[in-house]
C-alpha cells in the first residue's frame, strides 16, 4: 500500500460545488471543518466549475497555509462541453494539468485522475503519458475515473510490463444511496454492475458504521431549503453542516435526507 493511503482519512471531501452551488466563505468553512476534524483527502476537478472548485480550494489552503495537511485528488481529460468530445490526448492532459496546478497553487498534486476513458485508444497510448507526469513530480499516483474493470486492468499490465507507473485508484459511480440508474443522464459514467449488489450492501453497511456523526448531504443543495438528496451525493461532516444550517434543519422523509424549509 501506497503511503498516501495509509495517511488517508477514510472518507473524501467532494468540492464539485465550491465556488458556485456552494459560495466560497461557505466552501471555507467546510473544508476547515474537515480538516480540523482530522480528515485530508480533498477531491475536485477540471471540469468542476471549469475550474473554479480548484481554485476556491486553492485559495482556501494558501489562506490557511495547509497545503502540507490535505491531500489532493483532482482529475483532468473530461470531455470538452457540451459537445462532450473526447480528450484524451497528450496535449489535452498535460494542458488540464498545467491548469489544474495553477488554480491548486501547487507544483503537484497527489493523486491524479483521468475523469473519463476513450476505448477508442489503445492503454499503449494512454499510459505513457501519465507516467511521465508521474516521473517529472506533478503527481505522485494516478487513478482512473469512469474506467471499466477490463480497461484498467489492461492498462495496469501494460504498465508492469513496461517499468510504468499504474492506476493505484478507481473512481466510478457509487455511493451509500441505491443508484437510480435511469436518473443517470450522463451515459459517460461507469456505474457498479448489479451483480456486485451484495458486495455493495455490504459497503454500505459498513459506511453506515463508520459515519457516525457525518450527514449525507447533496452537491450544491446545502443552502437549499426542501431539495430532496438522492444520487450524486457528497459526505461532508456534520459538523461543517453546522456551521451553514442549525442541525434540525436536515430531516428524512421516504428515505431521503431532506433540508427543512
Known amino acids: 500500500m501506497h503511503t498516501i493511503f495509509e495517511s488517508c482519512f477514510p472518507l473524501a471531501l467532494g468540492t464539485a460545488p465550491f465556488g458556485t452551488g456552494i ?73 488540464d494539468m498545467e491548469d489544474s496546478l495553477r488554480f491548486l497553487g501547487t507544483d503537484h498534486v497527489d ?7 476513450d476505448e477508442s485508444k489503445p492503454v499503449e497510448d494512454i499510459m505513457p503519458i501519465l507516467d511521465t507526469l508521474v516521473r517529472e513530480g506533478k503527481t505522485r499516483l494516478i487513478g482512473a475515473s469512469n474506467w471499466t474493470v477490463a480497461r484498467i486492468n489492461e492498462a495496469n499490465a501494460f504498465a508492469r510490463a513496461n517499468g510504468m507507473a499504474e492506476f493505484s485508484v478507481s473512481q466510478i459511480f457509487w455511493n451509500g444511496a441505491v443508484i437510480n440508474k435511469d ?3 450522463d ?24 459515519l457516525g456523526d457525518f450527514v449525507e448531504v447533496g452537491c450544491g443543495s446545502v443552502l437549499n431549503p426542501g431539495t ?23 430531516y428524512k422523509a421516504d428515505g431521503n435526507i431532506v433540508l427543512r424549509k
Open 111 to 117: 493523486i491524479y485522475f483521468l475523469h473519463r476513458d
Open 228 to 250: 430532496v438528496i438522492g444520487r450524486n451525493s457528497s459526505v461532508y461532516p456534520l459538523s461543517s453542516v453546522r456551521g451553514v444550517l442549525p442541525s434540525d434543519s436536515i
Open 23 to 95: 459560495p466560497r466563505n461557505t466552501a471555507f468553512a467546510i473544508l476547515g471543518a474537515f480538516v480540523d476534524a482530522g480528515g485530508n483527502l480533498v477531491d475536485t476537478a477540471a471540469v468542476y466549475g471549469m475550474g473554479v472548485s480548484e481554485q476556491t480550494l486553492g485559495e482556501w489552503m494558501r489562506l490557511r497555509q495547509s497545503r502540507d495537511r490535505v491531500v489532493i485528488s483532482t482529475k483532468g481529460g473530461h470531455p470538452s462541453l457540451p459537445d462532450w468530445a473526447r480528450r484524451i490526448t497528450e496535449a489535452d492532459i498535460r494542458a
Open 187 to 210: 451515459k459517460t459514467l461507469v456505474v457498479i454492475k448489479s451483480k456486485d449488489a451484495e458486495k455493495i450492501e455490504t459497503g454500505r453497511k459498513k459506511v453506515g458504521a463508520m
Open 183 to 185: 436518473g443517470v443522464s
